[in-house]
């Protein structure tokens, strides 16, 4: 069965760094696009970056040029590098597929002003 397992969130101040990590099993890693989502309190769920299976990527525009999406194919692994972070990127971070229906646990990114 589909499994995610998020990883590398905590408490940062304003314009510190973090770098989330994802590990999959149960999917056919090498043919899906994957992304990073995050649902911040009382608030939908949303997409923040994409990264497809020949390595383009896709950030709102909320992200674009602090955030970087990367995988490893052969350690199905998805990660997120997140810079210049602030109190608005304050969310649980989940990774899946674009279509996916499984969710894990997500990890909780909080930013102290």
């Known amino acids: 069965q589909v499994q995610l397992v998020e990883s590398g969130g905590g408490l940062v101040q304003a314009g510190g760094s973090l770098r989330l990590s994802c590990t999959t099993s149960g999917i056919d890693f090498g043919s899906k696009a994957m992304a990073w989502y995050r649902q911040a309190p009382g608030k939908q769920r949303d997409v923040v970056a994409i990264?497809?299976?020949?390595?383009?990527?896709h950030y709102v525009d909320a992200v674009k040029g602090r955030f970087t999406i990367s995988r490893d194919i052969g350690k199905k692994m998805v990660y997120l590098q997140m810079n210049s972070l602030r109190p608005e990127d304050t969310a649980v971070y989940y990774c899946?597929?674009?279509?996916?229906?499984?969710w894990g646990q997500g990890t909780q990114v909080t930013v102290s002003s």
């Open positions: 899946n597929t674009i279509m996916g229906k499984t």
């Open positions: 990264i497809n299976t020949e390595e383009h990527t």
